[in-house]
């Protein structure tokens, strides 16, 4: 007997970010309405609105006095979260429940589909404890100091991570594949 579904189809095509899971994202990154370094002073990169990376690096001074109208965060955090779920749909070829999709997207909105890689391929074999292994260890960010790269600890991604990951514990998983 065969499928009426394309194989070319994703097993999570219909999934779109709940509005929980999109007000959860917008809490956590928070609407700020100018540029900014997303590590604090000459730290991090160049960022504007709910998260949007407007270029690696830090901000020259000029873009640190820009501004951006809300309209302008709005209109950006859609595009980026259509873009985000996209890359989640493209990306994980196993069946999701929406928990799980709205944590990927959240992850893949943070980091983009490179950083995500590899919690991908966690959840595609099916090792959804290693996908949230992977995902707790995604807390630190690289910043440049005195010239030289290091990775330091971002404080804010400790919490953001646990969230995230959390769809995809064992007592988890299985409690949310049965709703």
């Not at 990169?45 to 020259?60: D, F, S, Y």
Request: aromatic share 6%; net charge positive; glycine share 8%.
């Amino acid at each position: 007997m065969t499928s009426s579904v394309p194989k070319s189809l994703s097993p999570n095509a219909g999934l779109k970010m709940s509005p929980e899971g999109r007000a959860r994202l917008r809490a956590t990154e928070k609407a700020i309405y100018r540029y900014y370094n997303d590590m604090g002073k000459n730290k991090g990169h160049c960022t504007w609105g709910v998260g949007i990376l407007a270029h690696k690096g830090v901000c020259t001074e000029e873009e640190l006095g820009k501004k951006v109208s809300a309209e302008m965060v709005d209109q950006e955090f859609e595009r980026k979260i259509a873009e985000t779920e996209g890359i989640v749909r493209r990306n994980i070829k196993v069946p999701l429940n929406q928990s799980q999709f709205d944590a990927l997207c959240s992850l893949a909105y943070n980091a983009g589909a490179k950083g995500s890689s590899i919690t991908f391929a966690f959840v595609n074999k099916g090792d959804f404890a290693g996908a949230a292994a992977n995902m707790s260890l995604m807390i630190k960010v690289q910043v440049v100091e005195k010239g030289k790269k290091k990775y330091v600890i971002a404080p804010g991604l400790i919490k953001r991570r646990a969230e995230e990951s959390a769809p995809f514990h064992a007592k988890d998983a299985a409690t949310a594949a049965n709703k």
